[in-house]
T-cell receptor, first 121, second 114 residues
Framework: GAVVSQHPSWVICKSGTSVKIECRSLDFQATTMFWYRQFPKQSLMLMATSNEGSKATYEQGVEKDKFLINHASLTLSTLTVTSAHPEDSSFYIC?????????????????FGPGTRLTVL | LAKTTQPISMDSYEGQEVNITCSHNNIATNDYITWYQQFPSQGPRFIIQGYKTKVTNEVASLFIPADRKSSTLSLPRVSLSDTAVYYCLVGDIGRGSTLGRLYFGRGTQLTVWP
């Protein structure tokens, strides 16, 4: 099945520094990737939609200058948390959209990465 | 965007069949129904997806009535390892859709007891 990886799996950083998280689709090409954030005991919250070769689309309330997204290739998207602060500590999860087969009834399935635990001190 | 409603929690015992129902009263014509499973500190795992009637794969079945205003995920003979949060999502993910965004609700915490 489709595999999505994330790196690093966890990171601890000091307040004010920037952190980059990578999301890769390992065995398929993903024209669209998504970034989510999940706080403890809460559901996933969609942050942005990343399309290869174009600017990301951010959800309402998500600061685009703070969460920089780059989707430079069909298998890689990166999320950079700039000037991180303790309130940015969270579980960041990406997903990649696999194109369905060439049929009218097929769908594009989203597969998720294992997540990255960010802790800002 | 179609909003979904699921029970917050469910309990079951090993070996039993579990049915989790999701309500999505304002589902749109182009929306598909997708279920994901999530363990703590892991990304969601795709379980099953459907548009209408019944879909079955090696791990679950998905039942969708004709009006599509609800759906039921059926897990046969659950085990302790099926303890997880299950999310029901609806969205336009048909091939060619330029959207594909999924919005997660609170999900259902399923606890399987020995």
């Amino acid at each position: 099945g489709a595999v999505v990886s994330q790196h690093p799996s966890w990171v601890i950083c000091k307040s004010g520094t920037s952190v980059k998280i990578e999301c890769r689709s390992l065995d398929f090409q993903a024209t669209t990737m998504f970034w989510y954030r999940q706080f403890p005991k809460q559901s996933l919250m969609l942050m942005a939609t990343s399309n290869e070769g174009s600017k990301a689309t951010y959800e309402q309330g998500v600061e685009k200058d703070k969460f920089l997204i780059n989707h430079a290739s069909l298998t890689l998207s990166t999320l950079t948390v700039t000037s991180a602060h303790p309130e940015d500590s969270s579980f960041y999860i990406c997903s990649a959209r696999e194109r369905g087969a060439l049929s009218v009834s097929s769908t594009d399935t989203q597969y998720f990465g294992p997540g990255t635990r960010l802790t800002v001190l | 965007l179609a909003k979904t409603t699921q029970p917050i929690s469910m309990d079951s015992y090993e070996g039993q069949e579990v049915n989790i129902t999701c309500s999505h009263n304002n589902i749109a014509t182009n929306d598909y129904i997708t279920w994901y499973q999530q363990f703590p500190s892991q990304g969601p795992r795709f379980i099953i997806q459907g548009y209408k009637t019944k879909v079955t794969n090696e791990v679950a079945s998905l039942f969708i009535p004709a009006d599509r205003k609800s759906s039921t995920l059926s897990l046969p003979r659950v085990s302790l390892s099926d303890t997880a949060v299950y999310y029901c999502l609806v969205g336009d993910i048909g091939r060619g859709s330029t959207l594909g965004r999924l919005y997660f609700g609170r999900g259902t915490q399923l606890t399987v007891w020995p």
